[in-house]
């Protein structure tokens, strides 16, 4: 989608790296969320924020830490990362649901496997 | 949290046939949304149907939030439609807001 941007698109590391991925936003939305998708799993929540230097933990978030210091850009960082991370990781933009808003959007996705 | 089942879990269709994808939920929501991922990935949103129904060319949601349902229908199906159909709730009560999402219906249009 044009509004919402992730970097890279495709990533192999080794077992140990750390390894940071991007959402970066054009629509200046307040909540910013990160999934993965796995087989079996659908899509999980790993953190969200609602504003800047607001975040919080989903439902999947050890191994994983957030930082975002502007309106536009969601950095996903695994420490450590480990074979267990592979996946194809998700990053949403979103008004405020629930108040009529436009809704989620998706970026096209991180596909990150760990060697 | 709030639990949703999706079901089926795979689909067979023949083009143009018609099918019905179902999304229950364990508790109240006041968002629910439909999203197609297409063979490439790409996530896409369907509705945003907290309740109603709703259209949009060959597809149209109702949600029945009173009895914690919703369906997707989808008319004519075409090779297009295949991908993996999401549904996904959420109970926005303050500040913070999360979707849950369903773990999918693959659904397969066959020429």
């Known amino acids: 989608d044009a509004g919402i941007t992730q970097s890279p698109r495709h990533k192999v590391t080794e077992t140990g790296t750390p390894v940071t991925l991007r959402c970066h936003q054009t629509?200046?939305?307040?909540?910013m969320y990160w999934y993965r998708q796995d087989p079996g799993h659908g899509l999980r929540l790993i953190h969200y924020s609602y504003g800047v230097k607001d975040t919080d933990k989903g439902e999947v978030s050890d191994g994983y830490s957030v930082s975002r210091s502007k309106t536009e850009d969601f950095l996903l960082t695994l420490e450590s990362a480990t074979s267990s991370q592979t996946s194809v990781y998700f990053c949403?933009?979103?008004?405020?649901?629930?108040?009529?808003?436009?809704?989620?959007?998706f970026g096209s996705g991180t596909r990150l496997t760990v060697v | 949290g709030i639990q949703v089942e999706q079901s089926p879990p795979d689909l067979i269709l023949q083009e143009g046939a018609n099918s019905t994808l179902r999304c229950n939920f364990s508790?109240?929501?006041?968002?629910l949304q439909w999203f197609h991922q297409n063979p490439w990935g790409q996530l896409i949103n369907l509705f945003y149907i907290p309740s109603g129904t709703k259209q949009n060319g060959r597809l149209s949601a109702t949600t029945v939030a009173t009895e914690r349902y919703s369906l997707l229908y989808i008319s004519s199906s075409q090779t297009t439609d295949s991908g993996v159909y999401f549904c996904a709730v959420q109970l926005v009560t303050g500040a913070n807001s999360k979707l849950t999402f369903g773990k999918g219906i693959t659904l397969s249009v066959r020429p």
């Open positions: 629509e200046n939305h307040r909540y």
């Open positions: 508790d109240s929501v006041n968002n």
């Open positions: 949403a933009i979103s008004a405020l649901p629930g108040q009529g808003g436009p809704g989620y959007t």
